[in-house]
């Protein structure tokens, strides 16, 4: 069905490529969970809408290899509309009854809170026809322009958005559902990216965090650590460093830089033979490249295989912990031009073929390690439209709006309900730092730092938050017709919280329903919806 339905999406595609403009009520650029349910609920209010992503696939990480959803603690409480449409619906495609996880807890992964790639990419594709949307896949975004009439606006509006086909995308107002916040940045919307000081909010776990030579931080959790004493030089004068450890200059402890957590894949593979293909060989090896790996797991570091997690024994497999993170790759891609971005994709793609070489056949890795993972394969019934490998490198964070509001570790973290007039929705997960932001040298010794979860995984005692509407919204006198529920105006911490699928699908109903709301009741800026019209 989903095929067919891909099918009928790019043929339609392809008849509209002769066309110079293209008018609708909502345009929604990038098909995440989030920006898929934007366009769901602006197209089930009755508007015209369109859904452009610049891939051949619907859904993002959710459908990119994310297999168990990030739910939080509280999913019961938290999750409702389309969200739990979703998972209700991925409940009827196993012919399971839906049920929600349990409260207090964030790791137990029954279905529908684990599923196929496919299957999630089956259900959004259905959600999207139902609401009457029309989808444009590999249509790319290059150039927005602008309005300078601002009479009665607080700042100027996007007349059109052009792809890289040449259509120009004529809306009423514009959603930004892309991780990268690409459509906020063409418009000139103020945004910002990395780690702010922890005094920039007063923010007691921002900045850089100190090391292990700090031993008791009262915090957070430190994360992805690596053992003690792993020596960063590859000679005995301290020369060189080895492969993969950064040796220039680091904020001070507390200190704001511009790095972003770890990226990675979440790898979809499976050990069922008739289901199998062999996975791709790197177009290049040098297993010189992981000594940083060969010396961790000589000091004791620990790491395990592929594991079954997925229906129909396949994996949402976090390869090799911190190492399969690549840390320190992910530095440039928030503000990168669209070709560099895809340049370090491909660039992560080598990288963990090359890091799988070495975990088959390396001496360093224990046998039954090597054995676990030669076992495993890519799935023939995933991918098929990008030779069977994940498609979505998993973007946790990139660029951040500078909005209306900034949410902040006060709001996100605290063991009692704040209520809050501006809110939309409830957020409920751990601020979760992934991977290491960096692995430096310390006091001689290789450090893996940034990792951090606040205060600690899985706290059963913080209390839901509010999702207020005014993060999704520029600054007065910006772009009066855009709003943004993905790459939200939020800290490094807090944004860290918020960046969860199930959360980007709660805010992203909700600017499918202000646009709706925007273009029935005429409003001439985004700021002055009421946010009682979206309960």
Same mark, same amino acid.
């Given at each position: 069905?989903?095929?067919?339905?891909?099918?009928?999406?790019?043929?339609?595609?392809?008849?509209? !490529?002769?066309?110079?403009?293209?008018?609708?009520?909502?345009?929604?650029?990038?098909?995440?969970?989030?920006?898929?349910?934007?366009?769901?609920?602006?197209?089930?209010?009755?508007?015209?809408?369109?859904?452009?992503? %610049?891939?051949?696939?619907?859904?993002?990480?959710?459908?990119?290899?994310?297999?168990?959803?990030? =739910?939080?603690?509280?999913?019961?409480?938290?999750?409702?509309?389309?969200?739990?449409?979703?998972?209700?619906?991925?409940?009827?495609?196993?012919?399971? %009854?839906?049920?929600?996880?349990?409260?207090?807890?964030?790791?137990?992964?029954?279905?529908?809170?684990?599923? *196929?790639?496919?299957?999630?990419?089956?259900?959004?594709?259905?959600?999207?026809?139902?609401?009457?949307?029309?989808?444009?896949?590999?249509?790319?975004?290059?150039?927005? !322009?602008?309005?300078?009439?601002?009479?009665?606006?607080?700042?100027?509006?996007?007349?059109?958005? +052009?792809?890289?086909?040449?259509?120009?995308?004529?809306?009423?107002?514009?959603? $930004?559902?892309?991780?990268?916040?690409?459509?906020?940045?063409?418009?000139?919307?103020?945004?910002?990216?990395?780690? *702010?000081?922890?005094?920039?909010?007063?923010?007691?776990?921002?900045?850089?965090?100190?090391?292990?030579?700090?031993?008791?931080?009262?915090?957070?959790?430190?994360?992805?650590?690596?053992?003690?004493?792993?020596?960063?030089? +590859?000679?005995?004068?301290?020369?060189?460093?080895?492969?993969?450890?950064?040796?220039?200059?680091?904020?001070?402890?507390?200190?704001? $830089?511009?790095?972003?957590?770890?990226?990675?894949?979440?790898?979809?593979?499976? $050990?069922?033979?008739?289901?199998?293909?062999?996975? %791709?060989?790197?177009?290049? =090896?040098? %297993?010189?490249?992981?000594?940083?790996?060969?010396?961790?797991?000589?000091?004791?570091?620990?790491t395990s295989g592929p594991s079954i997690g997925v229906p129909n024994r396949k994996t949402d497999w976090k390869a090799f912990g911190l190492f399969g993170e690549r840390p320190n790759a992910q530095w440039e891609f928030p503000n990168a031009t669209w070709e560099r971005q895809q340049e370090i994709i491909r660039e992560y793609k080598q990288y963990i073929l090359r890091l799988i070489r070495f975990f088959k056949t390396d001496s360093s890795v224990p046998a039954a390690l090597q054995q676990k993972v030669a076992s495993f394969g890519l799935c023939r019934d995933e991918f098929n439209r990008s030779g069977h490998f994940n498609y979505q490198l998993y973007v946790r964070s990139a660029l951040r709006m500078v909005g209306?509001?900034?949410?902040?570790?006060?709001?996100?973290?605290? +063991?009692?309900?704040?209520?809050?007039?501006?809110?939309?929705?409830?957020?409920?997960? +751990?601020?979760?730092?992934?991977?290491?932001?960096?692995?430096?040298?310390?006091?001689? *010794?290789?450090?893996?730092?940034?990792?951090?979860?606040?205060?600690?995984?899985?706290?059963?005692?913080?209390?839901?938050?509010?999702?207020?509407?005014?993060?999704?919204?520029?600054?007065?006198?910006?772009?009066?017709?855009?709003?943004?529920?993905?790459?939200?105006?939020? /800290?490094?911490?807090?944004?860290?919280?918020?960046?969860?699928?199930?959360?980007?699908?709660?805010?992203?109903?909700?600017?499918?329903?202000?646009?709706?709301?925007?273009?029935? *009741?005429?409003? /001439?800026?985004?700021?002055?919806?009421?946010?009682?019209?979206?309960?």
């Amino acid at each position: 069905y989903g095929n067919m339905k891909l099918s009928i999406l790019l043929l339609w595609l392809a008849t509209l !490529a002769s066309a110079s403009a293209v008018d609708f009520d909502v345009a929604v650029y990038g098909a995440t969970p989030g920006g898929v349910m934007a366009a769901v609920a602006a197209g089930r209010a009755g508007q015209r809408v369109v859904l452009l992503e %610049p891939s051949q696939y619907l859904g993002g990480a959710l459908s990119g290899g994310l297999g168990m959803a990030d =739910y939080g603690v509280h999913a019961s409480r938290v999750l409702g509309g389309q969200a739990a449409e979703f998972f209700q619906r991925i409940a009827q495609k196993y012919g399971v %009854p839906f049920s929600f996880p349990p409260d207090n807890q964030c790791s137990e992964h029954h279905v529908p809170w684990v599923s *196929e790639p496919h299957v999630a990419e089956e259900v959004l594709t259905e959600m999207l026809a139902d609401a009457n949307v029309t989808v444009m896949l590999d249509s790319r975004v290059v150039s927005v !322009a602008k309005t300078t009439f601002v009479a009665f606006a607080d700042g100027p509006s996007i007349r059109s958005a +052009t792809t890289a086909r040449g259509n120009d995308i004529v809306a009423a107002v514009y959603i $930004d559902g892309t991780y990268e916040g690409t459509l906020l940045k063409l418009s000139g919307v103020s945004f910002t990216f990395g780690r *702010e000081a922890n005094t920039t909010y007063n923010e007691s776990a921002a900045g850089r965090l100190p090391g292990p030579a700090v031993p008791h931080w009262p915090h957070g959790d430190r994360a992805a650590q690596l053992p003690r004493g792993i020596n960063p030089f +590859t000679d005995e004068h301290n020369t060189t460093l080895i492969p993969g450890v950064w040796g220039g200059d680091v904020a001070p402890v507390g200190g704001a $830089d511009a790095r972003v957590g770890s990226y990675d894949w979440r790898l979809t593979l499976t $050990d069922v033979p008739n289901n199998s293909l062999p996975i %791709p060989e790197p177009s290049s =090896y040098d %297993p010189s490249e992981f000594e940083i790996v060969r010396r961790a797991l000589a000091a004791g570091w620990k790491t395990s295989g592929p594991s079954i997690g997925v229906p129909n024994r396949k994996t949402d497999w976090k390869a090799f912990g911190l190492f399969g993170e690549r840390p320190n790759a992910q530095w440039e891609f928030p503000n990168a031009t669209w070709e560099r971005q895809q340049e370090i994709i491909r660039e992560y793609k080598q990288y963990i073929l090359r890091l799988i070489r070495f975990f088959k056949t390396d001496s360093s890795v224990p046998a039954a390690l090597q054995q676990k993972v030669a076992s495993f394969g890519l799935c023939r019934d995933e991918f098929n439209r990008s030779g069977h490998f994940n498609y979505q490198l998993y973007v946790r964070s990139a660029l951040r709006m500078v909005g209306s509001r900034v949410l902040t570790q006060q709001d996100v973290v605290t +063991t009692t309900w704040i209520p809050d007039p501006d809110t939309i929705g409830l957020g409920a997960y +751990t601020v979760d730092i992934p991977g290491p932001v960096q692995i430096i040298v310390e006091q001689g *010794e290789v450090v893996s730092e940034g990792a951090l979860k606040v205060p600690y995984f899985c706290d059963p005692q913080l209390a839901p938050f509010a999702l207020p509407f005014q993060i999704m919204l520029p600054k007065k006198g910006e772009v009066a017709n855009l709003i943004v529920p993905v790459a939200v105006s939020a /800290s490094h911490i807090a944004f860290n919280s918020i960046r969860m699928e199930p959360t980007w699908m709660i805010l992203g109903q909700s600017a499918g329903v202000a646009a709706a709301i925007f273009v029935s *009741e005429a409003v /001439s800026t985004v700021r002055n919806i009421n946010v009682s019209d979206l309960h």
